[in-house]
């Protein structure tokens, strides 16, 4: 693949060969899912079984690997498929280091599933390094990073993990799926890996699963992941890759305008008197705004904020939302708003009075006027 001057057109054009019998500049879905040997039984165009490999799959993962700068990505059927086939790759008796908010389910993945299994796991509040150093054990073989984080916005310093990582001998997963490959570039910051839930930005249109690890081929998780994809067999359909490569060609343009979107309704939300605190690293007081500068591109289209009293007056704000929709998940069209608290277990440490958000592609004049007459009702 050739490298473009910018990922506008990396997301158009990586990946997409145009195909060689009718010319179609919008590659066909191969629904096949065995493929016709040659008469000496060889399998000269490269396609035995779609479960090992399929032409839609193998076009995926060319376009992610590009959008990421990396020569190989591997992609499963959802971001916690990648999530579990990358914990996998591990032993009974490895150590992993974990932030304390990362992405609920893989929380309940280390507790019920890979714990019972043997894998051990610590998790540290990352935003601050000393805490991730003092959590690094002797055996800990993996240190996984979410930067921005779920659903506080904290944001981990890359580089300064990555370089702690080397140091104990450990591999550094960062799941970009907030940040995407537009606005932050983890291996270029020295991570081994990167995750991505594709069902959120890179699809973008809320109606598509997947999920995908980008890494190079030199990376010691390459081969076991790519075994462990072809065997284990959670893979995307052919025509969920051919959703996920539709929705990479407007990633850039529909990223940037979020972040844009995100960022005025911050600000309109942190001079609210019903709002207490806004949780977005593009806001000077975000406690590691200058990171978040220095490592992305812009902030982001993810805010979560605490509505002034509790749950009670939280669900009241939810409830009050004409356009913005109450629903789980985030990058997609349509902006999303959750309580976050309600969906995780009662000992969850996020805070009942939180809201998070996902910005869409509506107008920003209609997102802020919903959450002004949402607000306005709780008073
Ligand atoms: C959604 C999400 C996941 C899980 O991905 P699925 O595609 O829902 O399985 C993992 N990490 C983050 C940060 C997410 O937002």
């Given at each position: 693949m050739d490298k473009f001057k910018s990922i506008d057109t990396t997301a158009i054009h990586a990946g997409v060969n145009n195909?060689?019998?009718?010319?179609?500049i919008v590659p066909p879905i191969n629904l096949a899912t065995t493929f016709e040997r040659d008469?000496?039984?060889?399998y000269s165009r490269g396609y035995i079984y779609t479960r090992s490999e399929n032409p839609n799959r193998d076009a995926l993962e060319q376009a992610l690997a590009a959008l990421e700068g990396a020569d190989g990505a591997i992609a499963f059927g959802s971001g916690m498929a990648a999530v579990f086939n990358i914990l996998m790759t591990l032993r009974p008796g490895d150590h992993v280091v974990f932030p304390d908010d990362a992405y609920y389910q893989c929380r309940v993945i280390l507790n019920d599933v890979l714990g019972p299994w043997g894998l051990t796991h610590s998790l540290a509040d990352m935003s601050r390094i000393d805490k991730l150093e003092a959590a690094v054990?002797?055996?800990?073989k993996l240190i996984w990073l979410e930067t921005?984080?779920?659903?506080?916005l904290k944001i981990v310093d890359i580089q300064a993990a990555a370089s702690l990582a080397k140091a104990a001998g450990a591999l550094i997963v960062c799941d970009n799926t907030w940040g995407s490959p537009v606005l932050q570039n983890p291996l270029e910051l020295g991570a081994d890996a990167v995750m991505h839930?594709?069902?959120?930005?890179?699809?973008?249109?809320?109606d598509v699963l997947g999920g995908a690890v980008i890494l190079?081929?030199?990376?010691?998780l390459y081969d076991k992941l790519r075994t462990m994809q072809r065997l284990g067999g959670a893979v995307p359909s052919p025509f969920d890759c051919w959703l996920t490569m539709r929705g990479l060609q407007t990633l850039p343009l529909r990223v940037r305008a979020q972040a844009k979107a995100a960022a005025a309704l911050a600000e309109f939300l942190n001079n609210?008197?019903?709002?207490d605190r806004v949780f977005y690293?593009?806001?000077?007081?975000?406690?590691?705004h200058q990171i978040a500068a220095r490592q992305m591109k812009d902030f982001g289209g993810m805010l979560s904020f605490l509505v002034k009293g509790g749950k009670k007056e939280a669900l009241a704000v939810a409830a009050g939302l004409k356009l913005i929709t109450r629903a789980t998940s985030l990058g997609g069209a349509h902006t999303l708003l959750e309580h976050r608290a309600s969906l995780?277990?009662?000992?969850?440490?996020?805070?009942?009075?939180l809201l998070r958000m996902s910005i869409g592609l509506e107008a920003i004049e209609d997102l802020q006027a919903d959450l002004d007459q949402a607000l306005k009702a709780i008073r």
């Open positions: 195909d060689p019998t009718t010319g179609a008469p000496d039984g060889e054990r002797p055996e800990t921005p984080s779920n659903p506080l839930s594709t069902t959120k930005y890179l699809a973008g249109h809320h190079n081929q030199a990376c010691p609210r008197p019903e709002v690293p593009g806001l000077a007081d975000h406690p590691n995780e277990d009662a000992n969850t440490p996020t805070p009942q009075n």
